[in-house]
């Protein structure tokens, strides 16, 4: 695997050569700047994948750099950092196209965290265009999502079924996207430039559902005080698509067959036939074989409807996908109302992937919907999704690493009074500071944090 590139600037050396040491060590390949105008001179779009650089620096500012770069290419994610956060500063940068903001001093952890998060953003912005791209290429598929091999085998059958004009039963759970599927196979066929025709044959009562699909002439009924079209002759030269078509009741599903068998049908009240070109599609969500043994749906029919069976796996095995359909609806959010939601933190998208999702598809993007409403982060949040999903606990979660004894108390103040001491000794410089003290700079750092230990404690 190519490993990621990094480009560091900051004019603090000790800094930078510690966030240059923590990357380098987990697999970036990391080039570090102490002046931004080299930074800036040496940066080539295409050359980099992340530019992490402070906000204050002597000439060329970290805002400055970043409209630089962001001028050469403008989706490469860019960490601010700096020691001197403000909320006008953060909007600022934002505006000017930085993807986060780490505030000084921060932990080696913290700092992997933000790269590792900013450059699965981008891998999945990315494949998310390059799925996008093959879709609308090969498939033209619209908002079909992901990049499973599940689903890429349900497509590559979408593919070889939409142009011969068989009829198909896609069956899968409630929420898989049946639907999509079914308008994939007709945006795919011959018959993509006429109508593309849905109903919901559990939706409307039997009677009613009679006169929707075939129509009826005038003084059928009463009530029908004209002549009107069913959806079968709206749809003739396209397809129409009978959506849980495992609730027909029986006096629809003779009249379907007879049209199956003849290509054509009476509307209610008409003794003269009426003759359609239309393809059949339909999807359910029931067990038809074990309808057919019940004798709730015509043996015969469930023959002429399933020509051809495509199976759309549920989410729970396609969990590859769900990063992918989890940024989808995050951006048709973000879009239709504003927000500016970045993606899930780690934890939240490891829960998201744990999770079986029993509503599909559909449940995800609800619970997207709802996190994004009840987000007050620039990122979704574990403690928001478990509002909404049953997440399971970590029995570790939350617990102390120890008791905070009277000895521990007085280790920490040991510890705090004798970074002050040291830090001053050496007037700030963390990394001789860790080097007298024989250890590491992350080690400083992340103590220099724990503590809140202030810069103006030990400068003079």
Sequence with gaps: ??????????????LCRMMEAVLSDNGYAVSAFTRSFEAAESFQAGQWDLLVTDI???????????????????????????????????????????????TKPFEPEELLYRVKNALQHTRLMEENRELREELVGRFNFGNIIGASTALKEVLERVEKLAVRDTSVLIT???????????????????????????????????????????????????????????????????????????NLPMTVQKTLLRFLQEQEFNRLGDPTPTKVDVRILSATNADMKQAVKAGDFREDLYYRLNVVNIHLPPLRQRRDDIALLAAHFISLQNSKFGTH????T??????AVDFAWPGNIR?????????????????????????????????????????????????????TEYLRGLLRKNQGN????????????????????KYGIRKDEYNS
């Design 1 to 14: 695997m190519t490993k990621k590139r990094v480009m560091l600037v900051d004019n603090e050396e000790g």
């Design 172 to 246: 899968g759970e409630s929420g898989t996207g049946k639907e999509l599927i079914a308008q994939a196979v007709h945006y795919n066929s011959p018959r993509k430039e006429k109508k593309f025709v849905a109903i919901n044959c559990g939706a409307l009562p039997a009677s009613l559902l009679e006169s929707e699909l075939f129509g009826y002439k005038k003084g059928a009924f009463t009530g029908a005080t004209e002549n009107r079209r069913g959806l079968l002759e709206t749809a003739d030269g396209g397809t129409l698509f009978l959506d849980e078509v495992g």
């Design 56 to 102: 204050k620096m002597p000439g060329m500012d970290g805002l400055e750099l970043l409209q630089k770069v962001k001028q050469k290419d403008p989706a490469i994610p860019v960490i601010m950092v700096t020691a001197y956060a403000t909320v006008e500063m953060s909007i600022q940068a934002l505006r000017k196209g930085a993807y986060d903001m780490l």
């Design 346 to 351: 780690h934890d939240a998208m490891e829960a």
């Design 430 to 449: 963390v990394e001789a500071a860790a080097k007298e003290a024989g250890t590491n700079m992350a080690t400083i750092y992340r103590k220099i944090k």
């Design 363 to 415: 449940q995800l993007k609800n619970v997207i919907e709802a996190c994004i409403a009840m987000e007050s982060s620039d990122y979704i949040t574990l403690p928001v999704l478990s509002q909404f999903i049953e997440v399971v606990p970590n029995d570790t979660a939350g617990e102390p690493l120890s008791e905070e004894g009277e000895y521990s108390k007085a280790l920490m103040r040991f510890e």
């Design 341 to 344: 939601i970045k993606g899930l």
